[in-house]
C-alpha cells in the first residue's frame, strides 16, 4: 500500500511496535542435514512467537531480485524501493553515518594518482591505508575554501573518501569525474539542466584539492563519482504517526534510519547492549527499528554455524523483549544471506507479526519452509509489512463508510 | 518485474536455463477418482524435480483470465501480456511461420464469394479445399504488381490466408473491409493517421485480386481482417542478456519465439526428436525454450487419458535432459486445458523452478493440488517466472547497494 493512503488513515493511540530485523536472515538449506540457518537453530522464543503469530515470507524489491541494504530497509520501512532510490554519493554518506541536511549534495570519491600531465597513473592511490586518507581528508578540510559553501571531506576506507557541499541552489545532477581509466585525465566537472552553480563549485574544489596534494603523491588528487542530493522523501515518523527510534550498531542502518527521520539512539556493539537500550528508551517511542548485524556479516563469510549462534543469541534475548509488553512484534530481515551463498540473495525472507489480534495461523515454526504456508502468504511485497503492523497496533481508521 | 528494470540488471555468466513448456497442462480432476491428467500421471522423474525444486501455480494473463497461445507465452517468456499485444493479421503470420519482417504489415485473409453486384454470398467461397487455396494463392502472388511494395499472399488452411505488405512507411491502423455479413458488400479500405499510403496500396490490391479471380467462382474475391504492423518489441535474448533457441514442432509456437527474437532450431515432430535437438545444440546456447503440443491437443480433443500418456512420455525423457547438466529447470505450460473442459482454460498452471540454489519447499509431486503450497504461490504472476530464474541461474546483479 502506498504511504499517502496509509498517512490518511492515521490513528494516534499508546501502542508500541517493534520492528526486529535480523539482517539477512533468510538462509538456503545446508548440505548434512538440508537445515537452513534459521531451521538448525535452537530458537524456542521465536518459534513460540511464529506459533503465536501470523507468518510468511517477503519480497524485499520484487520476484528474483536481490537486494542491497539500502532498497532492503526500505522495504520493510514500507517505502516502494523503486520509486525511493538512493543515489551512490547519499549511500556512502550514510554509510559513514554523515548526518546530510536538506539541499546536501554528495559525492563518492577515490584519492588517485596523476602524473605530471595530469593522467591517472592509480585510480585508487596505491590503496593508501585508512590513517594516511585521514590525514589528508583533515588537511583538505582545513585548507579548502569555497565562498558561501561549507565543504565535508569525509574518512570512507583506505583510498574511499566522501565529498559533501553544504550550501543554497546545489544541485545533484553531475556527471562523475572519475573517467575510470587508467592513462585519461580526470573528466571536467558537468552537469544538466540548473547545475552551472554546483559544476562551478565543483572545479574550485579540484583545483584547491589539486594544489594542496600536489607534494602528496601517490595520493595527489581526488576522483569523484555519484553526485546525489539528499533525498527529499516522506518521514516515516510522519507517514505512520509514530515517534521511532532506531537502535543500530553500524553506520549504514543508523544512516538509513536517519535519512527517513528516525531518531538514533546511542548504543553498543553487543546484541545485549541494543536490548538494554531497547529497555532503557521504552517509554519514550512508539516504534522501535532493532536492527542486528552479525547475521548478515556471517553469512556473507559462509558461517553457517555462527550464522546460527546469532539467531540463538537473538533467541535468549526475546524474553527481555516480552516483559516489555510491547502491542506488536514484527521479526524478519531485510533480505536474504544464505551461507551457503556468501551474499544476498533473491528468496524470500522469513517474516512474522505477532500481536493479540493477529489471528495467528498454523504454523508453529520460525523457518523458510515452515512459513511458506502462513496466513501473510510465501511472497508478501515487503512494503505491506507496516500496513499490517500498524493495523495490529490498531492504529489504522476504517476506510470509507 | 518489467523487462526495462531486469535489463539493467543483467550479469553475463556461463550457466543454462532450460524452460520445458507443456502446452496446456493444467487440468481438472477426473470423475472416476478425482485426479487431474497432471496427478493420474506416472511420473517419477518431474516428481522428483518438484520435490527438490520450488513449485507453485502461474497465472498467465490474471485471475479468471483463459488466454490464448500469443499471450500464455508472452507471460511465459517475461512479457507483460496486457501491454504486448499481438494483433490478428501478427498472429496468423505466426501460426504458419511467415518470417515478418520490422515494417510488414499483415493481415487475415478469407476467400469469399461476391455476385456480379458485389455483394458477399458467401463468407468463406464454400470452404474451399487447402490445396484450391495454394493454387490461387500461387496466382495472386505471381499476378499481383504493386509499385514499390512486395505483396506476399500465403495459404493459411481451407478459406483462409495471409496478406503481407512490405514496403517502407506502410501502416497497419487499417479497419477491416470484411463487413461480416451475407448480402453486404465488401468494405473500402479506410485507415487512421498516416495510412494513406496503405489504404491506396490495400484497394490496388483488392482491384487487382477481384479482376484476377473474377473467373474463380466461388472463391472469386477476398476479405481482409486485423491489419497490424510486426510489433517492435524488445527482444528476449537483449532483454535477459541469454543467447536464446527455441524447440518446437509447431508453427505457430516457432512464430512467437522468432518473434521476440529466439532463434529456431530445427527439429523434428516427435517429442523424443526435440530432446534430441537439444543435446545436439547444447553448447551453443543459454536460454532454451523447449515447447510439447500434444497435451494441449489432447487436451482440447478431451482426451483424457492420451494427455496423461505425453506427460508420461515428457517424464521419461527427463533423465536426457538432467544428463545434460543444466543450472536451472523451469517445467510449466502456457495455460491450462483441462479434457474435461476440451478447451484453454483461466486455472492457475502448474509450475515447478529446479536449481541448485532455488530454497526447495515441501511440494513432493508436481501436481495441481501438490503445488498450491509451494513456494512460489498458488497464484504467481507468469511474467515472474523469468526473473526468478535468471536470478537461480545467478544472471542478475545486487539492485542498490
Known amino acids: 500500500m502506498d504511504l499517502e493512503f496509509i498517512s490518511k488513515l492515521i ?17 538456503l538449506p545446508r548440505e548434512t542435514d538440508n537445515k537452513t540457518e534459521l531451521e538448525a537453530a535452537y530458537k ?3 518459534d513460540k512467537l511464529a506459533n503465536n ?3 510468511g515470507l517477503h519480497l524485499p524489491v520484487g520476484h528474483g531480485i536481490t537486494p542491497g541494504s539500502g532498497p532492503g530497509h526500505l522495504g520493510i520501512f514500507g517505502f516502494d524501493t523503486k520509486k525511493y532510490q538512493i543515489g551512490r554519493g547519499t549511500l556512502e554518506a550514510l554509510g559513514i553515518d554523515f548526518d546530510l541536511k536538506p539541499g546536501d549534495i554528495a559525492a563518492r570519491g577515490n584519492f588517485c594518482t596523476i602524473d605530471k600531465d595530469g593522467k591517472i597513473t592509480d585510480r585508487r592511490a596505491g590503496r593508501i591505508s585508512t590513517e594516511k586518507n585521514q590525514e589528508i581528508c583533515k588537511l583538505l578540510g582545513e585548507r579548502i575554501r569555497i565562498p558561501g559553501v561549507k565543504v565535508f571531506v569525509e574518512t570512507v576506507k583506505e583510498h574511499r573518501l566522501l565529498i559533501v557541499l553544504r550550501g543554497t541552489g546545489l544541485k545533484g545532477n553531475l556527471i562523475d569525474t572519475d573517467p575510470q581509466e587508467i592513462g585519461a585525465k580526470s573528466l571536467e566537472p558537468k552537469g544538466g539542466p540548473g547545475s552551472e552553480k ?27 563519482r555519484g553526485f546525489s542530493e539528499k533525498p527529499n522523501w516522506p518521514i516515516f515518523p510522519e507517514v505512520f504517526g509514530l515517534k521511532s527510534a532506531a537502535i543500530a550498531a553500524y553506520p549504514m542502518y543508523r544512516g538509513l534510519a536517519r535519512l527517513i527521520g528516525m531518531d538514533l539512539l546511542e548504543t553498543g556493539q553487543t546484541i545485549e547492549e541494543e536490548f538494554k537500550t531497547l ?7 512508539d516504534f522501535f527499528f532493532l ?12 558461517n553457517f554455524d555462527s550464522k546460527v549462534k546469532v539467531i540463538e543469541q537473538v533467541d535468549g534475548l526475546i524474553p527481555r523483549l516480552m516483559r516489555l509488553n510491547p502491542d506488536v512484534i514484527i521479526v524478519t530481515g531485510d533480505h536474504s544471506t544464505p551461507s551457503v551463498l556468501k551474499s544476498h540473495s533473491w528468496h524470500p525472507v522469513p517474516l512474522l507479526i505477532w500481536s493479540k489480534y493477529c489471528r495467528a495461523d498454523n504454523v508453529k515454526e520460525f523457518g523458510e519452509r515452515a512459513c511458506i504456508t502462513g496466513g501473510l502468504g510465501p511472497n508478501l511485497p515487503a512494503i505491506e509489512i507496516l500496513p499490517i503492523a500498524m493495523a495490529n497496533a490498531q492504529r489504522l481508521e476504517k476506510f470509507g463508510a
Do not use: R
Not at 12 to 26: E, R, S
Not at 279 to 285: G, H, K, L, S
Open 11 to 27: 490513528k494516534h493511540t499508546d501502542t508500541k511496535i517493534v520492528m526486529l530485523v535480523m539482517d539477512g536472515i533468510g538462509g
Open 44 to 46: 524456542p522464543n521465536l
Open 53 to 55: 503469530g501470523i507468518c
Open 198 to 224: 554546483t559544476v562551478e563549485i565543483v572545479k574550485n574544489f579540484l583545483k584547491q584539492t589539486k594544489d594542496i596534494l600536489s607534494n602528496h603523491h601517490p595520493a595527489n588528487m581526488v576522483l569523484l
Open 279 to 285: 529497555e532503557e528508551n521504552w517509554d519514550n517511542y
Open 291 to 302: 536492527h542486528i548485524k552479525k547475521t548478515d556479516s556471517y553469512g556473507e563469510d559462509g
